[in-house]
Nanobody
């Protein structure tokens, strides 16, 4: 079955960096787009970044120039490099993919940006 396992979250000071990883299994990883979402306390989950099977990428405006999504198809892993972190980036970050009508989520990894 499809499994998505995130890692790499933690507590970081404003201006710091983190790299999130999402290890995928149970499907043909290289054939599917992968997404990173986040959900801050009291807010709706939002799409942060996408990477297509062909490696084209897109980002929400608030993270452009600071976050980079990438994928390693040999390792079935998608990454989110987060630089110049701000307190408003504090959230649980989720890895996501879709196969037709089916949507899959990881368990999430907490990112806290605070001094």
């Amino acid at each position: 079955q499809v499994q998505l396992v995130e890692s790499g979250g933690g507590l970081v000071q404003p201006g710091g960096s983190l790299r999130l990883s999402c290890a995928a299994s149970g499907f043909s990883f290289s054939s599917y787009a992968m997404n990173w979402y986040r959900q801050a306390p009291g807010k709706q989950r939002e799409l942060v970044a996408q990477i297509a099977a062909g490696r084209s990428t897109s980002y929400i405006d608030s993270v452009k120039g600071r976050f980079t999504i990438s994928r390693d198809n040999a390792k079935n892993t998608v990454y989110l490099q987060m630089n110049s972190l701000k307190p408003e980036d504090t959230a649980v970050y989720y890895c996501n993919t879709r196969r037709g009508k089916d949507v899959y989520w990881g368990q999430g990894t907490q990112v806290i940006v605070s001094s």
